[in-house]
């Protein structure tokens, strides 16, 4: 079965800081893996996802990059933090579209 | 367009109620997700749905494949259920879950 790691667990940044948010998985081979955020009081949103080494498909434009550099590990990253930022953070993977695994996100506050 | 849309929003019960909640979709689906967030964020995989019906202990989630529309039930409700309860599509053709918005649960003693 997969699992999926994600780290850390809470984060409190300042504003015009740099953000990297690691996720890895175990148990799978080239996953689809996706970066959502959920802002305060609001379902969660598709940032990126990424279907291969290298692939990186953008759903939004923000502040935010995103990275895969092998492939059971997607890295979310910004140069400088804006208040806007702040959210949970989940990071998932699925195999073919058809059952999906979940980190325990990540809380981000920007100060 | 991929939409998924839960029903309701907050939902407000007492302990030993029986508990709905709805979810439906707009297109084909390759699978329906079930989720629950505790208060600290994490997110917990209840269910993962095609056809049918699928029973957890207390928890049941039925999905009609036809009405585009599933339900997730809590029998015997208790307050340790209060948590956000979250569907999400895996639409069929595309390679990114769909999440609803979400259903707060509060369950009183």
């Known amino acids: 079965s997969q699992t999926i790691h994600q780290w850390p667990a809470t984060l409190v940044q300042p504003v015009g800081s740099p953000l990297s948010l690691e996720c890895t998985v175990e148990?799978?081979?080239?996953?689809?893996l996706y970066w959502y955020r959920q802002a305060a009081g609001r379902g969660l949103q598709l940032l990126f996802y990424?279907?291969?080494?290298?692939?990186i498909s953008s759903e939004v434009p923000q502040n935010l990059s995103a990275s895969r550099p092998q492939d059971r590990q997607f890295i979310l990253s910004s140069k400088k933090l804006l208040l806007s930022d702040s959210g949970f953070y989940l990071c998932a993977t699925s195999r073919d579209g058809y059952e999906a695994f979940f980190g325990q996100g990540t809380r981000l506050t920007v100060v | 367009k991929n939409e998924v849309e839960q029903s309701p929003q907050n939902l407000t019960a007492q302990e030993g109620e029986f508990i709905t909640i709805n979810c439906s979709y707009s297109v084909g689906i390759s699978a329906l997700h079930w989720l629950q967030q505790h208060p600290g964020g994490g997110i917990v995989s209840l269910f993962m749905l095609s056809s049918g019906k699928k029973k957890h202990g207390r928890l049941i989630a039925t999905i009609n494949i036809q009405e585009k529309h599933s339900s997730l039930h809590i029998t015997a409700s208790h307050p340790r259920d209060s948590a956000v309860y979250i569907c999400?599509?895996?639409?069929?053709?595309?390679?990114?879950?769909?999440f609803g918005q979400g259903t707060r649960l509060t369950i009183n003693p």
């Open positions: 999400a599509a895996s639409f069929q053709g595309a390679q990114k879950l769909v």
């Open positions: 990424s279907v291969g080494i290298g692939q």
């Open positions: 148990g799978t081979s080239n996953p689809n």
